[in-house]
């Protein structure tokens, strides 16, 4: 009697897209991320995120975390334009900012109802967060493929 053995999905590291003007955040997260076993990829701005994301094959980003305030085209113009071309990467972002306080920010992160770190953040708290993220996915997609 021969057994039916499920297919084993190859593991592969997750990959996270950041999107922040700041080189130096982008390094530190990038260096912190990779020694960990994810893959990152970064964008300077949002102009040059955007084009990357329409490009992207879905399901290439787990986490795509993106600054709210950037040169050529904020976080929240970013967020708008992935809802009208691209909703699935929608519920992937993640937003990091140091303007939490103004009422724009404020009313627009409510509205978006995604996760925010807050600008100075400890590398382990965004180790926490996007893990927190990829469990949110993993559940998603399992409910998914019981529906």
């Known amino acids: 009697m021969q057994s039916q053995q499920q297919p084993v999905r190859e593991a592969r590291p997750s990959h996270l897209f950041v999107i922040d003007d700041e080189p130096s955040i982008r390094t530190a997260i990038s260096r912190f991320l990779t020694r960990r076993g994810w893959m990152v990829e970064e964008a300077e ?11 992207s ?5 787990d986490v795509v975390m993106c600054d709210l305030r950037m040169p050529h ?3 929240v113009e970013l967020y708008r334009a992935l809802l009208g071309k691209r909703p699935d990467l929608v519920n992937r972002l993640l937003f990091s900012t140091g303007d ?10 409510a509205e978006s109802g995604r996760p925010v770190i807050e600008k100075p ?3 382990a708290r ?13 559940t998603r997609a399992k409910t998914a493929d019981t529906a």
């Open 57 to 61: 094959e879905p399901g290439r980003y």
């Open 45 to 55: 701005d949002g102009r040059v995120a955007l084009e990357v994301l329409l490009r």
């Open 126 to 138: 965004l180790e926490e967060l996007l893990t927190r993220i990829l469990r949110e996915h993993e």
């Open 73 to 75: 085209l904020s976080g």
């Open 100 to 109: 939490v306080v103004s009422s724009d920010a404020a009313s627009f992160l």
């Open 121 to 123: 953040f400890e590398l």
